[in-house]
């Protein structure tokens, strides 16, 4: 028994000391500045981060103008020909059968 009660008392003794000795190295000036560096390498890449971001925002704001641009002229051209257009602009019934 007294054993086991020696082990216990060895094994919180020797935490509180880690615990201790862990505070003082994570609180030292060279741990600050590590962490420091590090803190401004994350800001270095989210720039990065934000700038591939952007771009590709840009990107998909001209495509969908683009496909918005397309969607409108293949409304007018089909507004413009009837149902038995033979003109090959790309009306409805041309769709229709593409799409079958």
Same mark, same amino acid.
Request: net charge negative.
């Given at each position: 028994? *007294?054993?086991?009660?020696? *082990? @216990?008392?060895? &094994?919180? /003794?020797?935490?509180? =000391?880690?615990? #201790?000795?862990? /505070?003082?190295? &994570? %609180? %030292?000036?060279?741990?600050?500045?590590?962490?420091?560096? #590090? #803190? =401004?390498? $994350? &800001?270095?890449?989210?720039?990065? /981060?934000?700038? $591939?971001?952007?771009?590709?925002?840009?990107?998909?704001?001209? $495509? &969908?103008?683009?496909? *918005?641009?397309?969607?409108?002229?293949?409304? =007018?051209? %089909?507004?413009?020909? %009837?149902?038995?257009?033979?003109?090959?602009?790309?009306?409805?019934? @041309?769709? =229709?059968?593409?799409?079958?």
């Amino acid at each position: 028994m *007294k054993i086991r009660y020696a *082990k @216990e008392i060895a &094994l919180f /003794v020797g935490g509180v =000391a880690f615990g #201790t000795a862990g /505070v003082k190295i &994570l %609180s %030292s000036q060279d741990a600050k500045r590590a962490y420091a560096h #590090t #803190t =401004a390498a $994350v &800001l270095r890449a989210k720039e990065c /981060v934000m700038d $591939v971001v952007s771009k590709i925002q840009e990107n998909a704001g001209d $495509v &969908l103008a683009e496909a *918005k641009e397309i969607n409108a002229a293949r409304a =007018a051209a %089909s507004e413009e020909c %009837s149902d038995d257009c033979e003109c090959g602009c790309g009306c409805d019934a @041309e769709a =229709a059968a593409a799409e079958v």
